[in-house]
């Protein structure tokens, strides 16, 4: 499953849990939200500074770098903005 996909169903779920995603009838609605979702998404293409002491904090505690950790190190900080 792409990213856009997963975050399109996130926010479909958040708003009513009890949707059915595959139901034929909600392609407008699935569409909608792919498109929400590409928007949330590339607004986060620019890492605040937040970001960034987060990500050069678990390098240097960890002295190792990581794709996946630094984007989820990185990521957890960015929800704890809000």
Known sequence: MTPIE???????EAVAPEWD???????????????NARAALQSLRLATDAMC?????????????TVDTLWTVM?????EED
């Open 53 to 65: 002491e987060a990500g050069g904090d678990h390098v240097e505690q960890t002295g190792r770098i």
């Open 21 to 35: 995603w595959a139901d034929p009838d909600a392609e407008l609605l699935r569409r909608m939200y792919r498109a």
């Open 6 to 12: 997963r975050a399109a169903r996130a926010m479909y």
């Open 75 to 79: 990521m957890d900080a960015a929800l």
